[in-house]
């Protein structure tokens, strides 16, 4: 290894010919002492005067590489020097420097300066000769193997690939897949048989199932009649009876027939899940909250136990919509829990989508949907009123920005547009069925006691058997057992005193908490004459809502937020143990605990929801021909044909919603006799022309003995198709 200096392992050239003087008189110049000349850097014998003998004895030495181009570098720059510096004074500086040095020539009498110069430059050459003869390499340069390869250009394949792998290990990319795995496993066995089973029951998943079918279907084939749907023949806005599932009209376009609607209402009930554990953990994450503790406030809102009870009740699943909407909007607007409003982080984009999810999320229905929508308003009063506080206070315009207040405005009138659509056929049911108005007594009947906050459902796997007594004290135990998890409460409660939240968000969230649960309890808190009351008489919409205890949801994501404050402390502060402990060992374990409370508020979620077998599509409702009344009829049958009727959606009387129509109810009761005189003619006058009756289901009913009695005489026909009689009028 040659070296510039001994002991130091840097190889550094020695500045050959006027370079080197230039820079020697340049030291000097500077006041700064020269060292004495080693032996080794005395001038070997014929060295001329003001030329600097190559390192090492070695003219290759000069240069690391060997190579002569190199060296004519280094000449080349000499030479600049040389001339930058060629003034008398550096002159005498040289000659000064070389005779300190110890350098001789063949004369003793000291050349003039042209002399010197002439010396230098033929030695130059000389050296520079000598240089390109010995160094020139034959072949491949001889420190090639060691020089850095330049970096390749990579390929179009090559730069998706990388795009591809930095997608897939994305936060939330994962946290996408994390949640659709959760789903699977925690709703299992929903997708073991997908065609022929349904969670929970059969009756109102088989109308949910019916509206994603229908809503499909009439959109593509004929969407004026999105709302005159082909049951409750021939009742006008039928589609409005109940929560509609529009949203899902895209799902609803794929595939056709009972089976179709089955497998297609599966598929949701497990996307519900898994949009809603991902739309509560962006939420946390943009409020300020770390992963677990996001993952926390996301399992928590999708797995509480209450909601086990709600299973048969797809749009009350479909919640997800909710925390999504208010983290982006969150997001674009620049604030989180944590940071509070930093205009820098500002984006238009994110409002838009925000305001679009929420829109969506209201076509669901109105029985989670309007709620929200009245929160929506309330949260956008309240920010109006505080930034105009504000700037009144403080004399200046709080930064918000032209592009945000546009896609605001833009944005709230899509929704309040969406809203508006949604409302104007409920409103016509309302006006056409006076009687489908909700009551404060209907109110009653399903506001839960406040041992319902602590009450878990049967279809819990951990306390469903442990609250068997308390559910029997409840009047409706599905609609009043609200336990959001115990797990949760502890959470939340270790949330008030240690969290990342600031103090007053901790109280505001507490405040937050137990307004949502007073309002849960409808009558129930001091009959309701202050809180929930007030709510039903003045607000448009509020009394269609007859089950309060369905804003328990509001108060399980408040839960969880406080309780994603208090995991997000403890593992900061793991963070901070495991860094200063030395040795480091306890480190992994530590952080292995953070997932404790994540693992805990995953167990208490388990479910032994039943997935009963859908009864089987008759042969006859496959090709009798509408307008059809299928017998018996009642509200738990009739959603059973509203599913069978997704085979070409022939118009059916029968129908099952949350009320039941005046001429539903005359049909019912005027068929019991059928087939006689009197109905025929009844069912006559409404179009009617078939009858489906099931011989399966006459059993104790007046059609166990008349199904075989001939009917010639009655002017209609009669056949057995499969398991049914089909009647023509």
Request: net charge neutral; no cysteine.
């Amino acid at each position: 290894m040659t070296s510039g200096q001994p002991g130091t392992g840097n190889a550094r050239p020695t500045p050959t010919g006027a370079a080197g003087e230039s820079q020697q008189a340049t030291t000097a110049a500077a006041g700064t002492p020269t060292q004495p000349a080693r032996t080794s850097d005395k001038a070997p014998a014929g060295t001329t005067a003001g030329q600097s003998p190559p390192v090492g004895g070695d003219t290759t030495a000069a240069t690391p590489n060997g190579d002569a181009g190199a060296v004519r570098a280094t000449s080349g720059a000499a030479s600049k020097d040389a001339a930058r510096h060629g003034d008398k004074q550096g002159n005498a500086a040289k000659k000064d420097d070389a005779a300190k040095k110890g350098d001789t020539t063949k004369d003793s009498t000291p050349a003039k300066d042209s002399d010197l110069a002439k010396d230098a430059k033929a030695d130059g050459a000389d050296a520079t000769d000598k240089v390109d003869s010995e160094a020139k390499p034959v072949g491949p340069e001889r420190w090639e193997a060691f020089a850095s390869a330049p970096e390749p250009r990579p390929s179009i394949f090559s730069r998706a690939g990388r795009a591809v792998g930095r997608f897939l290990i994305h936060e939330w990319t994962l946290a996408a897949l994390g949640a659709l795995a959760l789903a699977v496993l925690m709703t299992w066995p929903t997708l073991r048989y997908p065609r022929y089973t349904l969670p929970q029951d059969y009756w109102d998943p088989s109308l949910q199932a019916w509206q994603m079918a229908w809503s499909g279907h009439i959109l593509l084939a004929e969407p004026a009649r999105l709302w005159q749907s082909n049951t409750f023949f021939p009742e006008l806005w039928s589609f409005a009876f109940s929560d509609t599932l529009l949203g899902y009209a895209p799902a609803g376009m794929l595939g056709s027939g009972p089976e179709d609607a089955v497998l297609r209402y599966n598929i949701m009930f497990v996307l519900a899940h898994a949009l809603a554990t991902l739309g509560a953990y962006a939420l946390a994450r943009q409020l300020g909250a770390g992963r677990i503790g996001a993952a926390v406030a996301g399992v928590s809102y999708t797995y509480a136990p209450w909601l086990l009870a709600q299973a048969g009740h797809l749009h009350v699943l479909s919640n997800g919509g909710i925390p999504l909407a208010l983290a982006m909007l969150a997001r674009g607007h620049g604030w989180s829990l944590r940071h509070g409003y930093r205009p820098e982080r500002r984006h238009d984009g994110w409002v838009y989508a925000g305001w679009l999810v929420a829109a969506w999320q209201l076509s669901l229905g109105f029985g989670i949907g309007l709620p929200f929508a009245y929160f929506l308003a309330g949260a956008v009063l309240v920010t109006a009123v505080l930034f105009i506080v504000r700037r009144l206070r403080t004399g200046q315009a709080v930064p918000f920005g032209r592009r945000l207040f546009a896609a605001d405005v833009l944005g709230g009138v899509l929704f309040a547009g969406v809203g508006l659509l949604m409302a104007f056929p409920f409103f016509k049911v309302t006006e056409l069925h006076p009687y489908a108005e909700r009551t404060i007594g209907d109110i009653s009947l399903f506001s839960p006691p406040a041992s319902g906050f602590v009450t878990a459902p049967g279809e819990s796997r951990i306390w469903g058997g442990l609250h068997e007594g308390a559910r029997a004290a409840l009047p409706w135990h599905p609609e009043m057992t609200l336990l959001p998890g115990f797990v949760l409460y502890a959470l939340a409660a270790g949330g008030l005193f240690f969290s990342v939240w600031r103090l007053r968000h901790r109280l505001l969230l507490l405040a937050g908490v137990l307004l949502t649960m007073v309002f849960a309890m409808g009558t129930r808190f001091f009959d309701g004459t202050f809180t929930y009351v007030p709510l039903f008489e003045h607000l448009p919409g509020w009394s269609a809502l007859r089950t309060p205890g369905r804003l328990m949801l509001w108060t399980t994501l408040l839960l969880g937020l406080l309780a994603a404050g208090a995991v997000t402390a403890l593992t900061d502060r793991v963070r901070e143990l495991t860094a200063q402990r030395i040795p480091s060992w306890p480190g992994p374990w530590l952080r292995m605990a953070t997932l404790l409370p994540l693992l805990l508020v995953t167990v208490e979620g388990l479910n032994t929801t039943p997935h009963p077998v859908v009864p089987t599509q008759p042969a006859a409702m496959r090709s009798a021909e509408g307008p059809m009344l299928v017998l018996p009829s009642n509200q738990s049958l009739d959603q059973h044909v509203m599913l069978w009727s997704t085979s070409g959606f022939p118009d059916v009387v029968n129908g099952g919603s949350g009320f039941t129509p005046r001429q539903l109810d005359d049909v019912r009761r005027v068929s019991q006799s059928f087939p006689d005189q009197t109905s025929i003619d009844y069912l006559r006058t409404l179009g009617v022309r078939t009858v489906v009756l099931l011989r399966g289901q006459v059993a104790g009913t007046p059609w166990e003995i008349t199904i075989d009695a001939p009917v010639e005489s009655l002017g209609i026909s009669r056949q057995e198709v499969g398991e049914a009689v089909v009647y023509r009028l």
